[in-house]
């Protein structure tokens, strides 16, 4: 069973980036597509980007393309959420999660990390 954890939040500045790591345990990392989600506060957990087990499919919120870029290193069981043009609406905890199948719903994720605060201050 793979375990997940995330790092890499923190309190930037509007206009900042923040890169976003989540570190499995587990041999079967590879077999597993990975999904960021967020959750700020008083809302729902809204899907952020997804991408295959292999990496060659990537998937993004519509409200998010171009400012964010997942990727993932499978020889160092990792995956990594790039953001730049950070704005206070990203605001949230960031989440990562593990899934067999690709998907920007939550639902479909049997595996999450902790989360990870990400504060962007105006």
């Known amino acids: 069973q793979v375990q997940l954890g995330e790092s890499g939040g923190g309190l930037v500045q509007a206009g900042g980036s923040l890169r976003l790591s989540c570190a499995a345990s587990?041999?079967?990392?590879?077999?597993?597509?990975m999904g960021w989600f967020r959750q700020a506060p008083g809302k729902e957990r809204e899907f952020v980007a997804v991408?295959?087990?292999?990496?060659?499919?990537?998937y993004y919120a519509d409200s998010l393309k171009g400012r964010f870029t997942i990727s993932r290193d499978n020889a160092k069981n990792t995956v990594y959420l790039q953001m730049n043009s950070l704005k206070p609406e990203d605001t949230a905890v960031y989440y990562c999660?593990?899934?067999?199948?690709?998907?920007?719903?939550?639902?479909?994720?049997?595996?999450w990390g902790q989360g990870t605060q990400v504060t962007v201050s105006s």
């Open positions: 999660a593990a899934s067999r199948r690709a998907s920007q719903f939550a639902d479909m994720y049997n595996i």
């Open positions: 587990g041999r079967t990392f590879s077999s597993y597509a």
């Open positions: 991408i295959s087990w292999s990496g060659g499919d990537t």
